[in-house]
């Protein structure tokens, strides 16, 4: 039997990756048996992983941040020490075999516990700018696990024994469930056809992700007239796009409610131009088979989902101010590739915006070689990878 513990920021950039290595685990295994538990700030996400077989506990989360807010004395002189303790102690009562921990808020003092047990350790960063949290886990991790090549360099020069970092740290990818990518995928204007969409027209995908929706659903509305309009003449296509817009579960009543609005003197035929859905479950696979082209965040997520449907994309990071540079480093790393465009907020303009939709669909050898490399960019086995380092790492310490 193998003991396998997970840690993380209770995201779901921290959630769904450790899901796809469950998901990888469970098959590499072979016969082992194995018991899958997860320390530290769960959030809404708790279900979700009891139901994929993982044993949930809380660690209290002591967050920094980025601006001054008497609540970072309390969480660093108060919260930090005690989930500490927590740690330590749930950690002494579990005894794992091995670690993996994708940092964010929660993580680190459940590292340090596991550190000082000497149970191995791998981190798994989904950045382009590492967290502070698997920076300062870096010096107790066996092997550390990145998504981008952009961040391995950085991270060396951060640390003295940069060799000896070297020699644990690898260029991986961001895991993406297989359930997601696996099996019978759709034709494009099969997927079309699913959401009720004529099979010969563009669709656009729009997942805004749950931190950042609601500037991303006000845009799409301030536009939704103008995206379903005849553009032939302009370089756009006739009777215009095809929009499926995912708004997160507490925005959709409001959206759905604007979009009633605006759309209330268009015919029935353009309103079916435009559909909106709460959350994409079971049929995320569907709606990345059928788009044409996908917006959505810098989040590492996103970014590899999309990559892994060699989906073009147009990418909207979140602001600074909200959540560090790290999307904004994402995307402009992403775009490097040639796989997609980046409009930052502030930029965020309707006449940009459909500029370059416009321009885009005008020219169907750029939307193909965005989709080239994307593919390219892709890294399939991620999740693999880290699995089978678990296994690894777990069978050697129980020796």
């Known amino acids: 039997m193998l003991r396998i513990l997970f840690t993380g920021g209770g995201t779901g950039g921290h959630i769904y990756p450790i899901l796809a290595v469950t998901e990888e685990l ?20 708790q279900k979700l992983l009891e139901t994929n077989g993982i044993q949930v506990a809380k660690i209290l989360s002591a967050k920094i941040r980025r601006y001054s807010d008497f609540r970072n004395f309390i969480d660093i002189l108060i919260l930090f020490p005690l989930s500490v303790v927590q740690a330590l102690w749930k950690v002494f009562w579990l005894m794992p075999d091995v670690l993996f921990s994708k940092g964010g808020p929660g993580s680190l003092p459940v590292a340090f516990a596991c550190h000082i047990y000497r149970v191995p350790i791998i981190i798994h960063d989904s950045d382009s700018i590492v967290g502070l949290a698997n920076r300062m886990a870096i010096p107790w991790a066996n092997k550390v696990a990145v998504s981008f090549d952009s961040a391995i360099e950085p991270l060396l020069q951060k640390f003295k024994n940069s060799e000896k970092l070297r020699g644990k740290i690898g260029l991986v990818g961001n895991p993406v469930r297989r359930s997601l990518v696996s099996g019978a995928i759709l034709q494009k204007q099969a997927g079309k056809r699913l959401f009720g969409f004529d099979s010969e027209k563009p669709m656009i995908l729009i997942v805004a992700g749950s931190q950042g ?31 499926l817009h995912q708004t997160g579960v507490k925005n959709f009543n409001e959206v759905k409610n604007e979009l009633d609005i605006i759309m209330k003197n268009h015919s029935e035929e353009e309103k079916k131009c435009y559909k909106i859905v709460p959350y994409f479950e079971k049929n995320l696979k ?8 996908i917006v959505c965040r810098g989040s590492a997520g996103s970014i590899f989902e999309a990559a892994a449907f060699g989906k073009p994309a147009i990418l909207v990071p979140l602001s600074s101010e909200v959540a560090g540079e790290h999307q904004i480093a994402n995307a402009y790393e992403y775009a490097k590739t040639g796989a997609a465009i980046v409009i930052e907020e502030e930029n965020l303009k309707p006449n940009l915006f459909m500029a370059q939709l416009k321009s885009l669909f005008s020219d169907s050898e750029k939307l193909n070689s965005m989709s080239e490399a994307a593919k390219n960019f892709a890294k399939p086995e991620a999740a693999k990878i880290i699995a089978e380092e678990i296994l690894r790492l777990g069978a050697k310490s129980g020796e």
């Open 26 to 45: 469970q098959i590499s295994s072979g016969q082992m048996d194995l018991e899958l538990y997860y320390f530290g700030a769960a959030g809404q996400y």
């Open 213 to 243: 929706a609601v500037k991303i659903n006000n845009f799409m509305l301030e536009i939704a007239e103008e995206l379903i309009k005849d553009f032939s003449a302009q370089g756009g296509p006739a009777s215009g796009w095809q929009i």
């Open 286 to 293: 569907d709606a990345y088979a059928a788009a044409d082209l």
